[in-house]
């Protein structure tokens, strides 16, 4: 079973609480879903594997520690996903970029994707799938069986808010991903929207309601 991680640092919370804030504006709310997304980026970098390096400093040389194993790769879930990318990048300015497109179908709220593309080396890469929201899980899912079928194994799921059912869904559908948010709220409503949630986050960003 894959594990859950509550990325519950004081800094994070805070800034949650006012991305939560209805009268917080886009502008606001971009900034601040960038900033968790690099404060978050801290712990889902933990443990990435470190090999010793020999380096010389400015007094003498030194055995030192430098990260090695498979590059990383930062797959957003469009379009809300993309307000995280840019908070990773200033951690690992060299991860590349896949984007998976989707909707949601308002009536059944089942995901639809529409694009995909992916680095051409994306199976050799540690890929970091990025979403503000985990809410009935579909979309996340969709997008993580799309992923495997490159040939890719190892994928983490970061999100900000999750919903107890969008976790159950996930965990059972693929185990082997972990999954790292800043938040687990009540439940889902009737609308498949978190409770209390913060709204619909692409709309947020781009103030497109």
Known sequence: MSTFHLVDHPLIQHKLTLM?????????FRELLDEIAMLMGYEITRDLPLEDVEVETPICRATLKRISGKKLAIVPILRAGLGMV???LRLVPVARIGHIGMYRDPDTHEPHDY???MPPDIKNRQVILV??????????????????QTG?????????????????????????V??????LDERLNEHAYIVPGLGDAGDRIYGTK
């Open 86 to 88: 840019d908070g990773l």
């Open 152 to 176: 890719c194994t190892h994928i983490t799921m970061m999100c900000l808010v999750a919903a107890p059912e969008g976790v159950k869904k996930l965990q059972e559908m693929h185990p082997d």
């Open 115 to 117: 694009y995909f593309k």
């Open 131 to 148: 979403d503000p929201m985990l809410a009935t899980g579909g979309s996340a899912c969709d997008a993580i069986t799309r992923i495997k």
């Open 20 to 28: 939560r804030d209805k009268n917080t504006s886009s502008k606001d």
């Open 178 to 183: 972990d999954i790292y948010a800043a938040a």
